[in-house]
């Protein structure tokens, strides 16, 4: 690689800013590893709090928008304002989370997946290759009706079509007090979850495995299973063949026991609540939240690179007090090396996938020479001795790994 001139983009990225620790950590990250290497070429939208309370959050679907647009975005944390918030920042309003609005207008599928270093090992020794999560992001528990039932009376679940005809079926009859909930979910939603899975197991060339509990939700959960198969036959099946990797349905309980004996190496789709606790699971076993990275691929082949942690509140506020804070930058690197590298993958610019690739090895080489942060520390059990170092430390460490990388 030339490295007298920077390395060119044709397409710019979208580049979505965001709040608190991780906007500190974002300035930091392309000052000292992007700006010096990489052409950047950005579309910048500035979805820190107070810019979307400003622009009563346009600027959120404006985002979405340029995502649509451009095919690729990164994504800085943001806050999702609640009610001490909207009061910290004198907000006009307690705005939606910026990542539910562009999940919603990209109709995608979040998939989560852990940064493996030689050092610090997964809870499960067996896993060798990260596992990634694939969630479904819609429907079930998270847009339930729930009832309490006060006394002895009939539950039903009543569907009535657009000509007044009622189907009904009998919940329960209750005897005296209890519960009742309603969920759903439309095949419109499992259909889009269906190829964003099939299409990143693909991509990442990663077997696909899928669980429900069919065995019991005989209708509902085996609706999921079906659509998938039939997807799979129809759209999928051949480009699996030729790629070499498999998908396979299985129980959830199945699918455990099968996770926990695994290597890892694998793409695991799992229902809204499923994927919601098993990708807490899975972060905690590999490590740490600070080590996890997050992409939202929409059915139609558009991505969004983000770290899965937050705003990290606590260090900020150390942080405007003067302190120095050892944030963990490494899920919002990863973002960016995702995000150039898919970009220069459309494009056709090899540089740009090279770097992308370069940028993450030299983070990852930086942690295993024993530089890191204080998070990190405590996991620690590589031969030689760790140093915690503070952000602004760790980057520059990265940097001269980059460098050396470079050539
Ligand atoms: P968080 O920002 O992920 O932080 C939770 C705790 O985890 C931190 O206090 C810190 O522990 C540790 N941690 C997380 N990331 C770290 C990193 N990179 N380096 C070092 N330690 C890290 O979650 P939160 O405190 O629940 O939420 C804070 C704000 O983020 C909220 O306003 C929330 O709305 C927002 N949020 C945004 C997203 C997103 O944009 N994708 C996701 C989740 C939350 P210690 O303090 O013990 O060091
Ligand atoms: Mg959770």
């Known amino acids: ?8 983009m044709k397409t710019p990225l979208v580049e979505m800013d965001g709040d608190e620790m991780t906007r500190v950590l974002w300035k930091g990250i392309k000052e000292e590893l992007l700006e010096p290497f990489v052409e950047l070429k950005c579309e910048y939208y500035d979805l820190g709090l107070e810019h979307r309370d400003e622009t009563g959050d346009q600027v959120t679907v404006d985002a979405a928008n340029a995502i649509k647009r451009l095919g690729v975005g990164v994504k800085c944390a943001t806050i999702t304002p609640n009610a001490q918030r909207v009061e910290e920042y004198h907000l006009h309003e307690m705005w939606k989370s910026p990542n539910g609005t562009i999940r919603a207008m990209l109709d995608g599928t979040c998939f989560r997946a852990p940064i493996m270093v030689e050092g610090i090992h997964p809870v499960i020794p067996a896993w ?17 009706t729930e009832l309490t039932v006060p006394e002895k009376g009939k539950a039903e679940l009543v569907v009535t ?11 329960h009859q209750f005897e005296g007090s209890g519960i009742v909930q309603g969920v759903h979910n439309t095949d419109s939603s499992i259909t889009s979850f269906a190829h964003s899975c099939f299409r990143y197991a693909l991509d990442t060339h990663q077997d696909l495995w899928f669980a429900t509990k069919d065995t019991i939700s ?11 198969q039939e997807i799979f036959e129809r759209d999928y099946r051949e480009a699996f063949e030729k790629a070499g990797i498999t998908y396979f349905y299985t129980l959830i309980d199945d699918a455990i026991a099968r996770v926990v004996r695994s290597r890892g190496g ?7 609540y499923d994927g919601d606790v098993m990708s807490d699971m899975i972060a905690t076993a590999f490590g740490s939240l600070a080590m996890m990275t997050s992409v939202l691929v929409s059915p139609d082949g558009k991505y969004e690179y983000e770290a899965a942690h937050g705003t990290v509140t606590r260090h900020y506020y150390r942080h405007l007090k003067g302190e120095s804070t050892s944030t963990n930058p490494v899920a919002t690197i990863f973002a960016w090396s995702g995000a150039l590298r898919k970009r220069g993958e459309l494009d056709g610019l090899d540089d740009l996938v090279r770097f992308g690739d370069l940028l993450e ?11 890191m942060t204080k998070d990190l520390v405590n996991l620690w ?12 430390e760790f980057l520059k460490a990265i940097r001269t790994h980059l460098e050396e990388l470079l050539g």
């Open 161 to 171: 079509s657009p000509d007044g005809l009622e189907t009904r079926k009998m919940i």
């Open 266 to 272: 694998f793409v695991w789709a799992l229902k809204n």
């Open 128 to 144: 060798e290759k990260p596992i990634t999560i694939a969630r479904h992001a819609y429907g079930d528990i998270y847009k339930n």
């Open 361 to 371: 090895k030299a983070t990852i080489a930086t942690i295993e020479d024993g530089t």
């Open 1 to 8: 690689m030339d490295m007298s001139k920077k390395i060119a």
């Open 218 to 228: 005989k209708t509902y959960d085996h609706h999921f299973k079906d659509l998938f």
């Open 381 to 392: 059990q590589g031969e030689k001795p760790a140093r915690g170092v503070d952000s602004t």
